[in-house]
């Protein structure tokens, strides 16, 4: 609304289904103090989609955007979106029409390539890790002689989300324990070893899984019972890999387990936003802007790292096809070598992401009464 | 610490497991700060237990008490804790040893009777009703052709948790659209029927289970491939129905489900605690000690509302046997004449135990922009 270059902000409803259906908001016309409400508001007050246009739709998207004078189009959403972008700027191109293409990056899964890290996932990361942490404390307080949580978190192809259930972990004692990444092939054998090694020596286990974890041959980890259904992007629906893992275990190692599957709740818990996040969010949006007005085009705004200590970082530009349709795995040196949790350098990577001090909890010294007793039997 | 007739005060790690053990914790060598701290420490410092004692083990738990000259006994816990502490009183009183027995309540399960609520109830119920709402807006935003989810909440045997899902709903057509309580025997012809009619009418449908419905047999509502486990007090533990419904969904309506399930996660999350919640936990222990003080023995301490508008309640006291063992059920006025949702009296019920405003969100007016070209096919 600052730039006096642009005459209208049009808002799409559901994305390139909006423009397909010529499903247009004026922006302009918003409450002012409902928009800035917006960095506080979870999910995408504009919707989603998860539609891979045809050839055809792109001429149709093309011819909306022509009727409409729209000369900028500023796209928002992970590497599928990414691809979308590109094509209406390749499309244009080729068909001489004057439209700048600028892309946004903003995924909870944080697997776009280049840019270090995505606006959504440090607050992905945010509820994960406080959430770990909380539950951790809930299974230390239990006492019986078979402890064993699953916690399942989002990721489709990569370990991203899951990496950061770590991030509050506060001791070497503390949950989580146990983390398995789908960069990984998951192997029943050594998952049961590690899950019985720390049972044997803390007497609970409190393990991170991915929803998206294979095995050696590719096939998804899960319950068998449990459908697999696939959307339109051809994207396996995941879920069942937590109740699979407590089968696996009781019937293996006769401990009781139970899982946790915090779902759609872990990517948009508001009262879990990292400030960190939700800034950087509004600042890849502004500046995307001004780089358009500038003159760029076919690109995608990046976030690089400067320094961790203090945290800085600047924005970037890259080339739309050197991330549509790819996708940035968590990287070895993220991963332990016993595969079974990440490492320091990832903690260094994340810390920064999930913004402002965690909330402090009390830890009693315990100092015990003697005993008067002989012991119970 | 500020009693003057009190004159040691020991925790027993993990409750009675540690009075037998003889594990007990010299309190008053806690840090202050720390002991301040607690109270917004999720999970229970002190670790819990779920131990039915045999009748030796109360002869064990007295002889403990009877060599440190422990003479109050403060409980905390559900109807299985106040069947222990109401036990031990039993005992005490056979064997003419002074003791007296104060139950303080705390359960997020909020099934205790006489009292009109228990702490721990209102943050737990926080919890699910930030996260219910919060999914909500996820399910909003997408569009599919197929969306449905179903939030798998706790409760054993009663459907308060997962009635408090519906304590933020903000609009008539907002999340939750569907609440099935355990109070309701299941029938999954009238759920389909339910979630068909919803979807016709929304295009979308959030619907609150609780993991402990049952069928009209009485049986457990769970994907069969699910094992029961029964814990030490006999109690099933559940766990599955997220998993049945999506696949009674998808076989039944064709219609693309999933389910979030939080687990243990709505108990433990400090960061939705309920303020009133906190204030009210804190507040059931000064009762206790003081009415202990006072000579009061085998009760437990309750909570009496005198208004909704202001919120104001007052403690009370109700004899140990009163409570311990059973259950309260959430009342037929609570629960809708079709069985899937709950009326107007619940929620002026709950939501002054969820404390404070909840989090404001932006509500877009969403003007449409003129169409210029035909529909697109």
Known sequence: MKQPKIQAIYGAINGVLGVLH???VDLRRENPLSVQKLRETPSAALGTCRYKPSESDYARLLEVFKRHGV???????????????????????????DLQVMGVPKTVDNDLLVTDHCPGYGSAARF??????DSGLDTDAIYTSDTVKIIETMGRDTGWITASTALAKDSA?????????????????????????????LGRVVVCVCEGLKDDRG???QASSKKIDTDRFGHAQLGGVGDYLVNLISENLKIKARYDKPGTIQRVSMICASQTDLAEAYFVGEVAVSEIVDGENDK???????????????????????VSLKTKKVPDEFINPQSNFITDA?????????????PEYAHLRKERVGKLLPPYL
Chains 1, 2 share one sequence.
Do not use: C, W
């Not at 994960?128 to 942490?133: D, H, L, M, V």
């Open 219 to 221: 096939e998804f980890v």
């Open 173 to 201: 004692d503390s949950a989580p324990h146990l983390i398995y990444l789908p960069e990984r092939p998951f192997s029943p054998e050594r998952f049961l070893d590690d899950v019985k090694s720390v049972y044997d020596r």
């Open 128 to 133: 994960n890790a406080i959430a770990t942490r």
């Open 346 to 358: 990832f903690l260094e990577y994340g810390k920064p992401l999930i913004g402002g001090p965690l």
């Open 71 to 97: 000369r900028y189009f500023l796209y928002a959403g992970g590497n599928d979106s990414m691809d979308t972008a590109h094509q209406m700027a390749r499309l244009a191109a080729e068909e001489k029409y």
């Open 22 to 24: 010529e499903d247009l």
């Open 300 to 322: 995608m705004v990046t976030l690089t790292r400067k320094s961790n200590n203090p945290y800085k970082f600047e924005s970037g530009l890259v080339e739309l096809d050197k």
